[in-house]
């Protein structure tokens, strides 16, 4: 077996289901189903795979999934997320015909935390450091709104601090020049599996090319490596795949996200 096959392996096994709803305030598993409901008022859809169901049996699983969503009113938005490598016949088109938009596709990256865990230099005016005061948490997030084109808001700042509470093991990265936070993201650990996450990668423009971005990705691989994780994934955009390519990891699949808002909201 290729070291791609054994890492996509060790994702089907290990990094689905429970493993992606950490925080979620609730989990109702309908089928291969598992739905997820956040406390900013998100909704997430996902699963194991969906074995032999075929184009009519999926298309009622995604209605079944938006009534389900549809009957909380706190929901006003969903998340499908597919992967490329899962057999689904008919689910794209499903999708879209129960208002469900795709995202461009996103690359499945996976590799060792020991190959990302080397030194990066950065700019003498850049500081790179964990935050958990409410203060920093709000300012990372709002960053993060502003390099991603989403309006600020205190919706995942507030689902961070939530998080952060439980002390589930997720910690909060980012790099600083002069007191202004220019890039940053998320370590997640994810118990029970050789896994640690690396999302929400954000660097303001004018700072990227730097190796800001490669030296946050670092640290976080190196926190990782003290808390017992060996492998680091993450679901990579066109402009960071390249860097963690670099770093030593594979592409092992892709994943698309497809979303839903109530209407209205």
Not at 8 to 27: F, H, I
Not at 47 to 60: H, K, M, P, T, V
Not at 147 to 161: E, N
Request: proline share 6%; glycine share 10%; aromatic share 6%.
């Amino acid at each position: 077996m290729s070291e791609s096959a054994r890492f996509l392996a060790a994702y089907d096994d290990q990094l689905r289901t429970d493993a992606e709803t950490p925080g979620a305030a609730s989990v109702t598993k309908h089928g291969p189903l598992h739905l997820g409901t956040f406390r900013d008022g998100r909704g997430f859809v996902t699963y194991r795979d969906l074995g032999d169901a075929g184009s009519d049996a999926i298309r009622r699983l995604v209605r079944e999934a938006v009534d389900h969503f549809l009957a909380d009113p706190g929901v006003t938005r969903v998340e499908w997320k597919t992967r490329g490598h899962d057999h689904a016949p008919g689910l794209h088109g499903a999708l879209l015909e129960h208002g469900f938009v795709p995202d461009p596709p996103e690359s499945i990256m996976i590799g060792s935390a020991q190959a990302l865990s080397v030194p990066v230099p950065v700019p003498d005016a850049v500081v790179v450091r964990q935050v958990v005061d409410e203060q920093d948490v709000r300012a990372m997030s709002a960053m993060q709104d502003e390099v991603f084109g989403d309006p600020v808001s205190d919706g995942m700042a507030d689902a961070l601090l939530h998080r952060l509470s439980l002390d589930d093991g997720m910690e909060l990265w980012v790099a600083e020049a002069d007191g202004r936070i220019v890039s940053a993201g998320r370590l997640e650990p994810v118990e029970g599996t050789a896994f640690a996450g690396i999302w929400g990668g954000a660097t303001r423009p004018e700072w990227r090319g730097r190796g800001i971005y490669r030296a946050l990705t670092a640290r976080r691989a190196q926190s990782a490596l003290r808390l017992g994780k060996t492998l680091i994934h993450s679901d990579s955009t066109e402009f960071s795949r390249p860097i963690l390519e670099r770093s030593g990891l594979v592409k092992v699949s892709t994943t698309t996200p497809y979303r839903w808002r109530r209407e209205g909201s």
